[in-house]
C-alpha cells in the first residue's frame, strides 16, 4: 500500500483492522465496501451539515484540490495570512488529513481545529468514529508538518435549537472544547497510528480472523464472512442482545461454540436466548396462548392498526423543528371496527416540500374515535410523532394527547416470549415475524423494504431533478411498502386469534 492513511482509514482500522487491509489490498472484495443507499445519505448528509456550517467562517477559503498538490496549496494560503481554511491538507510520514476548518488563532498566531460532524453531541465512545481520536489523529499529523494547534473543537448540531422562520446558523450548531481531551488520547493515538501504518503496508494478508468475531453479529465489518469461514450464516452472534453479553459470546467463541446447536447447557445464557437455542434446535415454535390471551383481550374495538414513514433531516427543513426531528410524510392506517368486519384502509402521502404535520393530523381526527385501541409495532416511535405534532400544532394537541394514551405495541407479544418462533432467529422485528407468521406476506419482493429506504425515497421524490415518471413510481411504491407494515400488523393479529380459538 504506497497511499497515504487518511483519518478515515484510520478510524476504519480501529473498528476492524482485517477489514481494512482486506479494503486497501483485495480489490475483488470490492463490492462488499459499496456504501447502501442509507449510508450514502448518511455520506450527502454530512457533507450538507459541513456546508452550511462554513458559513460561521465567512473569510474562509476552501483547498479544492488534493494530494500533493493541495498540499501546495495549503501551504500558500498559510504563507499568505489566511484566517480561516477548509479542507487544509497535510501529508506526512505515511498520513494524510484533510481538516474541515483550521482557523489562525489571533493571540498566538498558532492554529485552532474544528471537526464538524452531524450529531448532536460529542462521541467519545470507544472504536469506529470516535471524534476525540479523530482529532488527535489530525492533531498529530498537523504537528508532524509543524503547524502548531492550540485548540480543537467539535462543532456539531445543537439538538435544543428550534428552527422559526429561516434558519440561524449560529444557533444551530455548537462548539465544544476538547482541547485537554485531545491532548491526553494524543500520546495513544499515536501509537495506534504507527500500529496501524505497519500493519496496513505489509503485502501478505493477515492471518487468522477479525476482532469482529467478538462481537454480536450488528458489530460485524462488511469482510466478516471472508474472515471468519468458520461462522455459519445463522450462529451464536445472532442471539438476542449477546452483543451486550461480552463475556459470554467471548466463552462460546473461545470454546468454538459457533452454532446454535454447539452452544453447552452450562453456558449462563438469558431465557430469550436460551429460548432462541430451544426452538432452533426443536425446529419448533414456543407458543404460551394464555399469556398471549391476556394481552391482548383488554384491547378493544375499533382497532387502529397505525404506522408512519418519516424523514429526520440533521438541518431542520421547517419551522418548529429540531435537528433529526421526525418529518412524517406518510401514514397508513388499517381499521377494524369489530371481530367479525374487514379492515377499512386509509393512507395519506404528502406529496409537496412542504410540512406535512397538520394535513396528516386532520385525516387522523377523522378516523380515529375517542374510543378504541390504536396498535403499532415498536409504539415509542409513533408516540414519539404524535408528541412532536402536538408540540407544533397546539389547536391539536387534545386529540394528539388522547391517542397517546390509546397505544398498545403488538410486539410485546413476541419481546414477552409469549411466542417464539424459530425463524424469528433472536428478533422481534415486524419483518421477521411477518413472513414466519403469515408467509403468504412477503417484504423482501417490494421496491421499498425498509424505513431508512422509504425515508430517502421520499426525498428523492420531491426532489425537481426527479422524472414525473420515477416520481409517480416512487410513491406507488412508499404506498405499498407502508400499506403492507399495518396490513402485517393486522394479519398478526388475526394469526393470534386463530390460535387462541
Not at 6 to 32: A, G, I, V
Not at 268 to 290: F, G, K, M, W
Amino acid at each position: 500500500m504506497t497511499r497515504p492513511i487518511s483519518k478515515t482509514n484510520f478510524l476504519d482500522f480501529l473498528f476492524c483492522s482485517k477489514n481494512l487491509w482486506l479494503k486497501l489490498h483485495k480489490p475483488e472484495l470490492l463490492e462488499q465496501f459499496t456504501l447502501s443507499d442509507y449510508e450514502q445519505h448518511l455520506v450527502e448528509e454530512g457533507n450538507e451539515v459541513e456546508s452550511v456550517a462554513h458559513n460561521l467562517f465567512p473569510n474562509g477559503i476552501e483547498v479544492k484540490s488534493y494530494g500533493d498538490e493541495a498540499c501546495r496549496e495549503t501551504t500558500r494560503l498559510i504563507a499568505a495570512g489566511v484566517s480561516s481554511i477548509f479542507q487544509a491538507t497535510f501529508i506526512i510520514d505515511g498520513f494524510q488529513v484533510r481538516s474541515d476548518v483550521l482557523v489562525r488563532n489571533a493571540e498566538t498566531g498558532g492554529w485552532d481545529l474544528y471537526e464538524i460532524k452531524g450529531t448532536s453531541a460529542v462521541n467519545e465512545s470507544a472504536g469506529d468514529r470516535n471524534h476525540i481520536d479523530d482529532l488527535a489523529f489530525q492533531a498529530s499529523v498537523l504537528r508532524r508538518s509543524g503547524v502548531t494547534v492550540e485548540k480543537c473543537y467539535v462543532m456539531h448540531l445543537n439538538n435544543e435549537y428550534v428552527r422559526a422562520g429561516e434558519l440561524d446558523i449560529a444557533e444551530l450548531f455548537k462548539s465544544e472544547d476538547v482541547t485537554d481531551k485531545v491532548r491526553e488520547r494524543l500520546p495513544a493515538v499515536e501509537t495506534q497510528m504507527e500500529v496501524a501504518r505497519e500493519y496496513l503496508t505489509k503485502d501478505t494478508e493477515p492471518k487468522g480472523g477479525c476482532e469482529c468475531i467478538y462481537k454480536g453479529r450488528s458489530g460485524h465489518c462488511t469482510t466478516f464472512k471472508y474472515s471468519n469461514p468458520q461462522v455459519p450464516e445463522y450462529s451464536v452472534h445472532d442471539l438476542s442482545r449477546i452483543g451486550l453479553s461480552k463475556k459470554k459470546l467471548q466463552t462460546m467463541v473461545e470454546n468454538k461454540m459457533f452454532a446454535l446447536d454447539d452452544v453447552s447447557e452450562d453456558i449462563e445464557l438469558s431465557d430469550t436466548q436460551r429460548n432462541q437455542i430451544t426452538v432452533h434446535r426443536r425446529n419448533a415454535p414456543i407458543i404460551d396462548t394464555d399469556a398471549i390471551r391476556a394481552e391482548l383481550e383488554p384491547l378493544s374495538f375499533p382497532l387502529y392498526f397505525l404506522d408512519y414513514e418519516t424523514f429526520s433531516p440533521a438541518i431542520p427543513l421547517f419551522s418548529g423543528y429540531r435537528p433529526f426531528d421526525k418529518i412524517p410524510f406518510q401514514f397508513s392506517l388499517h381499521i377494524l371496527h369489530d371481530s367479525h368486519s374487514e379492515s377499512e384502509h386509509v393512507e395519506y402521502l404528502h406529496m409537496e416540500q412542504t410540512d406535512p404535520s397538520e394535513a396528516v393530523v386532520k385525516i387522523l381526527e377523522e378516523h380515529i374515535l375517542p374510543e378504541g385501541t390504536i396498535i403499532a409495532w415498536n409504539k415509542s416511535f409513533e408516540m414519539d410523532v404524535h408528541k412532536k405534532l402536538a408540540a407544533r400544532l397546539p389547536d391539536y394537541r387534545p386529540f394528539l394527547e388522547r391517542t397517546i394514551a390509546m397505544f398498545y405495541d403488538l410486539k410485546d407479544v413476541f419481546h414477552k416470549q409469549h411466542y417464539v418462533h424459530p425463524e424469528f432467529k433472536g428478533s422481534v422485528s415486524i419483518k421477521k415475524v411477518l413472513p414466519a407468521l403469515v408467509p403468504s406476506l412477503q417484504y423482501k419482493e417490494l421496491g421499498i423494504h425498509g424505513g431508512a429506504q422509504a425515508s430517502d425515497a421520499w426525498w428523492t421524490m420531491l426532489s425537481p431533478s426527479t422524472s414525473t415518471m420515477e416520481r409517480e413510481l416512487i410513491a406507488s411504491d412508499l404506498k405499498t411498502y407502508c400499506k403492507l407494515d399495518t396490513y402485517a400488523m393486522y394479519a398478526i393479529w388475526k394469526h393470534l386469534q386463530e390460535i387462541m380459538l
